[in-house]
């Protein structure tokens, strides 16, 4: 116990001197001390100035678009639609195979509203999440409704003289794309102010 004491007592003795904070801050700092002065605020930035530069900026190119399209420059186009819970990127004369039942029967010619983006060579249309209707239209055409490869399910439990087979044939239908087409300019302020917008989702 005597040694135990001893050692606490020695201990107590050489306590540590006190180091401040900011000394202690400043000697791990990498930068010279007069650098850690305060410095004055910068002046004001103008919200405005750069808001109008953005606005010429996007302008300008929504102009560029526009003349492509209007001098059919734009080469061919492409577009993502969101179809049965899926989304399939397609051009013009596409093939793409929509899963599961879906209503319509061969020969319908049908246009798809959810594009959510189209584009070309230069450039690109994004929708928040999907675009404006009637910016784009994409039209297609059913042209053949089938079923899947027969898929087989089987159960078996051992020693239980349990066996079950279950046969699975899902329809699938294969739609055609025949044409994607920009339907007015883009961004055109003056149509987008007189009709708003009818979203039910």
Known sequence: MSLLAQSVRQVLRYTTPRVSLNSAMRALSMSPALLQQNKPMPAAIDVSAIAKEHQKECQS??????????????????????????????????????????????????????????????????GRPILEPGLVTVKATIIEKTLTHTKTNFKKK????????????????????????????????????????RRLF
């Open 158 to 197: 051992r020693r239980k003289q349990y066996m079950r087979i279950n046969f699975q044939r899902s329809p699938n239908t294969m739609i055609r794309i025949n044409s994607i087409e920009l339907t007015r300019p883009v961004d055109s302020s003056a149509e987008r102010e007189a009709e708003p917008s």
């Open 61 to 126: 190119v929504c102009d560029r678009v526009n003349q492509q399209v209007a001098k059919s420059e734009q080469g061919r186009l492409f577009a993502v639609v969101h179809l049965s819970g899926k989304q399939f990127k397609v051009t013009p004369g596409d093939i793409i195979l929509v899963e599961g039942y879906w209503p319509p029967t061969i020969g319908d010619e049908i246009s798809l509203d959810k594009v959510l983006l189209a584009g070309a060579r230069d450039f690109t249309l994004i």
